[in-house]
Antibody, heavy 126, light 105 residues
Framework: EVQLVESGGGLVKPGGSLRLSCAAS????????MNWVRQAPGKGLEWVGR??????????DYAAPVKGRFTVSRDDSRNTLSLQMNSLKSEDTAVYYC?????????????????WGQGTLVTVSS | DIQMTQSPSSMSASVGDRVTITCRAS??????LAWYQQKPGRAPQLLIY???SLQSGVPSRFSGSGSGTDFTLTISSLQTEDFATYYC???????FGGGTEVEVK
């Protein structure tokens, strides 16, 4: 069974930093493309960033609102995904979810996010 | 940037109703569209990928259609457990629609 468990959320002041972690199990983490998605209180879903598997280059992509402030990384030896968040703003307040990218064998493309963690709440406030 | 617009933003329905939710992309996206269901306090769940492919384990009353810019999610006969918020997502840029809340009439 796929399990994704996020941790590291909490209260941080504007301008501060926080590091989130996602412990993965139940699948071959090395081969997975992984994402962070966030949801502000009472709002919709927003993709934050993605990291490809090392086999596929290990490259990262980010949403415009977080580019240059957030960094997605992975430790395949520990089956762990991380999100380093710097220069935090009040608008970064959200539940942050770790997700896997779903690989559609028929099309040969990644086609959605099929497994999600339970989320961890980040609150940016003075 | 691609924008994804869902309609309606909310709706009221009864058990047994046929429910249709629409998602429109600001430019053509082929069939790169996914649908998710989210219940209060829970993580989203993937329902449909590639516009019309049913994710494993998802009941067959859920179906998706469309290509290019216009897509629909249909629930053929709404069940109690289907009252939730539904999101579409463009699968390449990962942009989500604003969501459609399906409430009890």
């Amino acid at each position: 069974e796929v399990q994704l468990v996020e941790s590291g959320g909490g209260l941080v002041k504007p301008g501060g930093s926080l590091r989130l972690s996602c412990a993965a199990s139940g699948f071959i983490f090395n081969d997975a493309w992984m994402n962070w998605v966030r949801q502000a209180p009472g709002k919709g879903l927003e993709w934050v960033g993605r990291i490809k598997s090392k086999t596929d280059g290990g490259t990262t992509d980010y949403a415009a609102p977080v580019k240059g402030r957030f960094t997605v990384s992975r430790d395949d030896s520990r089956n762990t995904l991380s999100l380093q968040m710097n220069s935090l703003k009040s608008e970064d307040t959200a539940v942050y979810y770790c997700t896997t990218s779903y690989y559609d064998i028929w099309s040969g493309h990644y086609a959605g996010f099929d497994s999600w963690g339970q989320g961890t709440l980040v609150t940016v406030s003075s | 940037d691609i924008q994804m617009t869902q309609s309606p933003s909310s709706m009221s329905a009864s058990v047994g109703d046929r429910v249709t939710i629409t998602c429109r992309a600001s430019q053509g996206i082929g069939n790169w569209l996914a649908w998710y269901q989210q219940k209060p306090g829970r993580a989203p769940q993937l329902l449909i990928y590639a516009a019309s492919s049913l994710q494993s384990g998802v009941p067959s009353r859920f179906s998706g259609s469309g290509s290019g810019t216009d897509f629909t999610l249909t629930i053929s006969s709404l069940q109690t457990e289907d009252f939730a918020t539904y999101y579409c997502q463009e699968s390449n840029s990962f942009t989500f629609g604003g969501g459609t809340e399906v409430e009890v009439k």
